[in-house]
């Protein structure tokens, strides 16, 4: 337990470091945001019917941009390899690497959606829709992501296969994220929505960890 | 704690690396690899680390099969944090396996550069923060892979005692070198060429 606290210290130490990493996708969410309004007009009440999704999209990719250099870093200086025998099974170290992703992109993203919700005039009612759902749908992003990076860690050109690979694991996450923000905004109940997500989370859970784990094996072979 | 391969075979692609390599080193042991390049001394390493592919074979350590936790290795790539400072580096490994980082630095002549990124450290330096490392972890089995490429004299006498400590605990060590070693009395395993 220890070790996993470690490692998770560790990750927040580094990106501490290189805080470009996380301010870089922080504002390619901002700026990607804020080029639909300039690309489809600003008549408010279009934005306020698109928000919802152009939310949901920027952050999902936003979510993407620092995934390959997540073992990367760690896979080309040799630390993957120390980490893999320091005792902490591969499971959990891919675990403790998703909660830092998580938490360095996850939830700066989270307290950046809210702005640019309201810049996207996203009626109020519809904000805590939106940030539930993108709470529950970042922590998935973190999990499968950290699985897809794993899986094509010391692949030849990953960086291309990896949105590839991740963006359809992800359809469930955005088509129920969305539906949630666009229900409430409507003024019809979210409860649903926002269960399917935390099932797709619960499953994600257990399931991404693991293959993360096998994954990062079979790469250091 | 005694460490015993048994007919470790491994291919890459389709070519045999390592022929059914036996090996046996008793508590406080060591044993150096030896052969020319491309051998499979770096290979049969990381087989034994258990990082590397075994397609066939058996690998045991103080009697039993379940190496996890027990393994120090250093291989060409010394795994250091170039963002972290060296006693941050140190200081991972320590928590990770749940020891105290402190005496390590000063034994391979580290303290004054321990509040330093490890980016600014020379190649040489960051090979020592590595061997460091290997006292941090407290591991009873060290594989190291060129341990001391890099280092200076006084730096690979520093190690000697180390390693000399590490092997007075009954530790085991196997090296893979070109290098002359601080290990007196080491057995020698030569690979053939391939």
């Known amino acids: ?221 | 704690m005694r460490l015993i391969a048994e007919a470790i075979s491994t291919f890459r692609g389709d070519r045999l690396v390592l022929d059914r390599i036996s090996l046996y080193v008793p508590a406080g042991g060591a044993l150096l690899l030896l052969g020319p390049n491309g051998a499979g001394k770096s290979t049969l390493l990381r087989a034994l680390a258990g990082l590397g592919r075994v397609d066939a074979g058996r690998i045991s350590f103080d009697g039993s099969d379940e190496l996890a936790g027990k393994i120090a290795y250093l291989g060409h790539l010394d795994g250091i944090k170039p963002g972290l400072s060296a006693a941050e580096n140190l200081a991972f490994a320590a928590r990770v396996a749940g020891r105290d980082p402190a005496s390590a630095l000063d034994a391979l002549g580290l303290s004054r550069l321990a509040g330093l990124p490890a980016r600014m450290l020379s190649a040489g330096q960051k090979r020592r923060l590595a061997l460091a490392r290997l006292v941090v972890s407290g591991a009873p089995l060290w594989l190291l892979d060129e341990p001391t490429l890099g280092v200076d004299a006084a730096s690979v006498a520093a190690f000697g005692a180390q390693l000399a400590a590490h092997r007075a605990g009954g530790g085991v060590v196997v090296a893979a070198t070109h290098l002359p070693l601080p290990l007196p009395d080491a057995a020698e395993l030569r690979l053939g060429a391939p």
């Open chain 1, 1 to 221: 337990m220890t070790a996993f606290w470690a490692l998770l210290a560790r990750e927040l130490r580094l990106a501490a470091r290189h805080g470009g990493d996380t301010a870089g996708a922080l504002l390619f969410f901002f700026v990607a945001g804020a080029l639909f309004p300039l690309a489809i007009g600003p008549a408010p009440e279009t934005l306020a019917r698109l928000a919802p999704g152009i939310v949901w999209v920027c952050a999902l990719l936003a979510a993407l941009l620092p995934l390959d250099r997540l073992f990367g870093a760690d896979f080309e200086d040799g630390s993957l390899d120390q980490l893999l025998l320091s005792g902490l099974p591969g499971s959990v170290v891919a675990f403790g690497k998703a909660a830092a992703h998580w938490l360095l992109t996850g939830v700066p993203l989270l307290l950046a959606a809210g702005p640019l919700a309201v810049m996207l005039r996203l009626p109020t009612a519809a904000l805590p829709a939106l940030l539930g759902g993108l709470a529950l749908g970042t922590a998935c992003l973190s999990l499968l992501g950290t699985a897809c990076a794993a899986i094509v860690l010391g692949a030849r050109r990953g960086g291309v296969l990896l949105p590839v690979l991740v963006l359809p694991l992800t359809t469930p996450v955005l088509i129920f994220g969305a539906a949630a923000a666009d229900g409430a905004a409507s003024g019809l109940p979210v409860r649903g929505e926002l269960m399917l997500l935390g099932a797709y989370l619960a499953a994600c859970l257990p399931l991404c960890p693991v293959a993360a784990g096998a994954a990062l094996r079979a790469a250091c072979e």
